[in-house]
């Protein structure tokens, strides 16, 4: 490797350190305040942690239970997430593998459905909320998650680019049904895929606000996103902007932990589900 070579690659190394802990800032700043009060905070910006995280902490836990915001937000996110990630790749690798009448018009519905904002249709699913008396349920913040339009397009051109359709001819010649081969061969081809939507679609319902801030009328089941909405809308907000601080690092605590566990799926080779299938 030459002199000009290695200086690239070292300025290279260089700017990706930067963006790096230029991105960790923001974190880091949370963490702080999350420790400073709220005059602090207003007056002035640092990086050095203050002393004021047992008064944020008793000041959260005056206004809500944070443990249980983050237990329902648990039941919530985890069985959407499961959901979402199962039926759209069921529903992609449909697409995607099988040559039916109709598959293009139903592709073409999806990327529609795509376009079009959940906002739209928020007073009709209430009222259909309201008919089937699930108002102040967590079923409409969990079944609505088997139809992810963006979810199912994702995973239909990753099946198209990663799933030779010999693999699965060679399945049915030896024998084996369509659901055995679904399980057995193409979930482990797309778990890079299905990881890298299920994060996405975890932050999402994990960070939903408007859809359980209507759905939910009962303190004991708000989720947490609606939990803290009741601290940042108090009478008295800069004397709560370190409980506030302190209240959305440890929000953001699962979804690391989720990231933390999705991201070896998501740079594992793509080819060894099929040699191990």
Sequence with gaps: ???WDKAKKGILYFLLILLAVTCLIPFLLMMVNATRSGSEI???FTLIPSTHLKENWEAVFSYFNLFKGMFNSVLVAVPATLLCAYFSSLTAYALAMYKFKGNKVLFYTILVFMMIPGQL???????LCTSLHLVNSYIPLIIPAIA???TVFFLRQYVLSTLPPELIEAARIDGANEIYSFHKIV???????IATM???CFIGNWNSYLLPMIILNKNEKFTLPVMMATLKASTDINAN???IYLAVAISVIPIIIVFCFCSKYIIGSISAGSVKG
């Excluded at 249709?121 to 009222?127: A, Q, R």
């Excluded at 979930?187 to 895929?193: A, H, K, L, Q, V």
Aim: glycine fraction near 18%; charged fraction near 0%.
């Design 187 to 193: 979930i482990p081809i797309m778990s890079p895929g």
């Design 198 to 200: 299920s994060i996405g």
């Design 1 to 3: 490797m030459s002199t």
């Design 241 to 243: 902007q370190g409980a």
């Design 121 to 127: 249709s928020l007073i009709g699913f209430y009222n």
């Design 148 to 150: 992810s339009p963006g």
């Design 42 to 44: 207003v007056s002035s």
